[in-house]
């Protein structure tokens, strides 16, 4: 299992570098988790990024999850249809 | 089925449709809810189907246009006003009008078209841009597919979006993320994601459009108001919700599954069941068990019940009555058999007397009605005479549910709306008074039902001015009921309210209020053996508390006998029987005879006197007396002899065969002779009104 | 006799009466007002009521009001025997026991014998007589049992219909 943290504030102009990031992640380990708890919003590139690296992740049959998220995060999740009001999917 | 059987059916369905549009309409103009107005337009529909069918064109016609306005008020062409909601209400008047009393001819007529000429300018006037009518609650649908390049020009679209999810109650959200490809082979400068979100905000269209004035040029943004048809498609959506839970706990479909197909729903405008089966995820007869279910659980929600006419059930109550009486002759027969088949007799109609007080109870049970749309029938009354006279009031109504034998809420009605008036007349300040007294300008009165202890509770209450004690004691005095120097409290004088002599004021606005009627209000009350009382706080409002039994036909009472003659109390009236001893029956100057009775003096009712005729005995001491009460005073009365106990079945007397309060009806006996229930409210407030008269 | 008493009257043809006696007058009233006849039976004294009102009576299960006929005409009371029966007629949808001295027959009354009630100058109110008839050499006063109770105590009848 690795737990990654994004050090920057994710958003358009580091979105190249969190991908790659939780690609090569999810390439070396069969458990990833993406912690946000460093992070106060994200854009929707970043959002993006998250949904691509579950499609990801189911297809090679490793799991991938995000948590830390705050409020605010969670709002923005649900808005993309990531998250079902009250709880993680 | 008749032709007279069809216009009889419609016209009882019409009532209750004009009651309820009557409701919904007063409702709609202070919640301005679309799913009123959505309730309303099914009732005109509804009217206007039946009317038709019945004959009656001339008001399948007049709904139609009353529909077709509806159909603009729903649309947001046309906004919920006071004049709106006036002409409606008056409208159905004019229905009532045509279908229970002819309603023909030029009256009718004038009527018909004022009410058109109105509505049409309502109509012409609010042709307006949409979004003036923004105070009410629309439903928008939004697609915002956004141009990939969007994160080149500096915009997060997800900004946009938390906007408008921040601009109302988002009602459904479908993110189309089928662009987005796997992270390996994907570019994540670029956007994929598209929403279709349906609104329900009280925003204009304008305001929703602003959210995306930055993205409204290269992206694809479309706003619809979709009020009309969202409402509309509401109820149908949620039963095919229901269809989708359904299917996922017979576990025919997955909860994945089946939010694939929801979502697939609202890309293509089919059945939720045809996608399922499209799809795959289930048999075509897997879907029919579940339509089943669904349809099972509709039909029971809808048709647990059966109309049936009050005729049958008062029939019903009849016959009990008279196995009631049966029973009590039977009795009789017992009493003169020998020990040992009097015996097995008598217990095998005491098993008879407990299923006969079960049968009772069920048939009340089945007369029993709520009391809602009794009260509900007062808020129209109280918007109306309340705009009429200019004071700002709002009806609260609580306990619509309590239930209360038919007959008794056919003569409540009456008597609180007269109770309504009053405060609404006289308990109630102008607005520029409240607030003068600190008070909010808007008064409340209230209406309550209750069952406690037996007896069914009915309360109104208002944040009135409360009576004015001081102005009925100089009405009292007035009127040579007390005299200047009496001391009289307040319970007293609260109680003259209710005197004949008192409602023949002729200038009743300045006495604070209640007057007018209130002994008609009384005698009603008491009609239903029902009792009624006043609290009051000064300045701070009046509440008027009615006390109901729950059933009218059958009580239980105590048999005795006086000469000759047997008479009936109820059993809940009687407190003791006593034999006096001579030296505690006095007489009292003022207060004529009295017999001290556990250390309190009772005045003292020779009833062979009352109802003239003769007694076994004609001194006291040597007779029985029973003590009653009623609202906590007593009465002793004189009789020759007890009886016993036993269900009684009312029979009413027409008032034209005694005009005595104290007889409150007739029963026939066991051995077919009739007896006389006597009331001992309506003895004991006989007996005041002629000390009073005095 | 001409036209327009003959509507005031409005009987057909022929009518059937069932006559009895008060005193020495034969009176008449129209047989589909007549529910049934019963001899005496025990009656309920009932206070403060009506004059002429003897009490109520059990009718099968129904209290129905009875009036004793010589009140109600003002005649010297009479105490009953056995041949005192009490005629129950309908009038407005309700039952009202009409106590009278003896019943005598059923006997068709040709229209064309029927008379308009003079003017009386008789104690009895002429509201309450249809007119004279006459049965070979008898006059039998016919009765609009409707008017048994004057418009006062009507009036409260239809006030506990309309309650």
Not at chain 2, 31 to 38: I, L, P, Q
Not at chain 2, 179 to 188: A, F, G, Q
Not at chain 3, 47 to 74: C, E, H, W, Y
Not at chain 3, 123 to 144: A, P, R
């Amino acid at each position: 299992m690795k737990e990654l943290f994004f050090s920057k504030d994710a958003g358009i102009k580091n979105i190249k570098q969190l991908k790659n990031d939780i690609l090569s992640a999810i390439e070396e380990d069969s458990e990833v988790i993406l912690n946000l708890s460093n992070q106060r919003r994200l854009d929707l590139s970043s959002v993006q990024v998250i949904c691509s690296a579950r499609i990801e992740a189911k297809q090679r049959k490793k799991i991938f999850k995000v948590s830390g998220m705050n409020n605010e995060i969670i709002k923005q999740f649900e808005i993309c249809g990531y998250m079902k009001k009250g709880g993680e999917k | 089925m008749s032709e007279s059987g069809i216009i009889e059916i419609f016209q009882n369905e019409a009532r209750e449709i004009l009651d309820n549009i009557e409701n919904d309409l007063v409702v709609l103009e202070e919640t301005k809810s679309s799913e009123v107005v959505n309730r309303l337009f099914r009732y005109y529909h509804t009217l206007k189907g039946s009317s038709g069918i019945a004959g009656f064109t001339s008001i399948s016609e007049f709904t139609h246009s009353l529909e077709s306005c509806l159909d603009l008020v729903r649309s947001g062409k046309i906004s919920i006003t006071e004049d709106l909601i006036s002409i409606l209400l008056q409208s159905t008047d004019w229905i009532r009008g045509t279908l229970f009393e002819g309603g023909i001819g030029e009256k009718y007529d004038t009527i018909k078209n004022d009410i058109f000429t109105r509505l049409e300018v309502i109509r012409s006037g609010e042709a307006l841009p949409v979004s003036v009518v923004a105070d009410k609650i629309r439903y928008y649908r939004i697609k915002a597919a956004f141009a990939e390049n969007i994160f080149e020009f500096g915009i997060d679209p997800l900004i946009v979006m938390e906007d408008l999810f921040e601009s109302g109650e988002v009602v459904e959200n479908f993110v189309d993320r089928r662009k987005l490809s796997m992270l390996s082979k994907l570019d994540p400068e670029k956007c994929y994601f598209s929403w279709r979100v349906v609104v329900k905000t009280a925003k204009s269209i304008d305001k929703i459009k602003e959210v995306f004035l930055f993205v409204l040029d290269n992206n694809e943004i479309i706003i619809e108001d979709i009020t009309s048809e969202y409402v509309e498609n509401l109820d149908e959506k949620r039963g095919e919700k229901k269809l989708g839970d359904i299917l996922v706990n017979k576990g025919i479909v997955t909860e994945r599954e089946l939010e694939d197909v929801l979502n697939e729903q609202q890309k293509e405008n089919k059945k939720i069941g045809e996608i399922i089966v499209e799809k795959g995820f289930a048999t075509p007869k897997d879907l029919n068990t579940a339509l089943g279910i669904q349809d099972d659980i509709k039909k029971k929600i809808e048709s647990n019940t059966v109309r049936v006419d009050t005729m049958k059930l008062d029939n019903l109550m009849n016959l009990l009555g008279e196995i009631v009486i049966g029973q009590a002759s039977l009795n009789r027969i017992s009493e003169a058999l020998d020990e040992e088949q009097g015996y097995r007799l008598k217990n095998a109609l005491y098993g008879l007397d407990r299923i006969t007080r079960e049968f009772q109870e069920q048939i009340m049970s089945i007369r029993m009605i709520p009391i809602g749309p009794t009260f509900d029938q007062f808020k129209r009354f109280v918007r109306d005479m309340s705009k009429q006279i200019g004071k700002d009031i709002r009806l609260d109504i609580n306990g619509k549910d309590t239930e209360l034998d038919k007959t008794v809420i056919e003569r409540i009605s009456d008597p609180l709306k007269h109770m309504i008036r009053n405060s609404i007349d006289h308990g109630i300040e102008t607005s520029e008074e409240r607030m003068n007294c600190g008070k909010d300008s808007q008064s409340v009165i209230s209406l309550n039902a209750y069952h406690q202890e037996g007896s069914v509770f009915i309360e109104i209450k208002d944040d009135g001015r409360g009576l004015n004690y001081e102005k009925i004691r100089a009405k009292a005095i007035a009127k040579n009921i007390i005299s200047k120097d009496d001391e009289v409290s307040e319970e007293k004088l609260k109680s003259f309210i209710f005197l004949p002599a008192f409602s023949t004021s002729d200038s009743v606005s300045d006495l604070s209020g209640r007057g007018v009627g209130m002994d008609v209000v009384k005698s009603n009350i008491d009609a239903l053996r029902g009792t009624i009382e006043i609290d009051s706080i000064k300045g701070k409002g009046t509440t008027v508390r009615i006390k109901l039994p729950l059933t009218l036909a059958i009580i239980d009472g105590m048999l005795f006998r006086v000469g000759n003659s047997t008479y009936i109390v109820p059993l809940l009236s009687i407190v003791e029987s006593i034999q006096p001893k001579k030296d505690d029956v006095k007489t009292i100057k003022g207060k004529g005879e009295v017999v001290l009775v556990r250390g309190e003096y009772v005045s003292l009712i020779r009833l062979y006197d009352f109802f003239s005729t003769s007694a076994d005995h004609t001194n006291p001491w040597e007779s029985l007396l029973i003590i009653v009460e009623t609202n906590g005073e007593r009465l002793a009365l004189m009789i020759d002899d007890l009886i016993g106990q036993q269900q009684i079945v009312i029979k009413s007397l027409d008032s034209y065969i005694t005009q005595s309060s104290a007889i409150s009806g007739a029963t026939i006996l066991g051995d077919g002779s009739v007896a006389l229930i006597i009331d001992i409210h309506g003895l004991m407030s006989g007996l005041k009104n002629e000390k009073v008269i005095e | 006799m001409d036209k327009d008493n003959k509507e005031k009257i409005s009987l057909g043809e022929e009518n059937q009466f069932v006559t009895f006696m008060i005193g020495s007058e034969t009176y008449g009233v129209e047989v589909l007002k007549v529910k049934e006849i019963l001899g005496m039976t025990e009656i309920t004294h009932v206070p403060n009521s009506l004059s002429f009102m003897r009490g109520v009576i059990n009718l099968r299960g129904a209290v129905v009001p009875v009036v004793d006929m010589r009140l109600k005409f003002q005649l010297q009371e009479k105490e009953y025997d056995t041949f005192t029966v009490i005629i129950i007629v309908e009038v407005r949808e309700r039952l009202i026991g009409m106590i009278v001295d003896t019943v005598s027959d059923v006997a068709s009354i040709p229209v064309s014998t029927i008379q308009n009630t003079p003017h009386f100058t008789s104690k009895i109110e002429t509201d309450f007589i249809k007119g004279i008839g006459q049965i070979e050499s008898l006059l039998v006063i016919i009765l609009d049992v409707d008017k048994i109770l004057n418009h006062e105590e009507f009036k409260k009848i239809e006030e506990d219909k309309t309650a």
